[in-house]
């Protein structure tokens, strides 16, 4: 499994652990990124891997929500 290509140029949204603001970042940013650091809440939250995949999953399949620590607490139906 892999990092799809064809959303480098989408805009891929996740939620900061530290205060679960929505970002929005280009696929591309989260590829190469390795640290993430909060606007709003100055958390830093590791960009590993198994994590970018998941938040490119999750914009693949939107009806299966991976649990990702960002999106703890989120109950949307
Ligand atoms: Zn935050």
């Known amino acids: 499994m ?3 290509r064809e959303l480098f140029e989408v805009d891929l949204t996740f939620h900061c652990p530290g205060c679960e603001t929505a970002v929005v970042r280009k696929g591309s940013w989260i590829k190469s990124a390795k640290v993430f650091i909060c606007d709003a809440c100055s958390t830093q939250t590791r960009l590993t891997y198994g994590l970018k995949l998941a938040i490119f999953d999750a914009h693949l399949h939107p009806e299966a929500p991976p649990s990702l620590p960002a999106t703890r607490g989120q109950s949307r139906q």
Request: aromatic content about 0%; overall charge neutral.
């Open 2 to 4: 892999t990092l799809s």
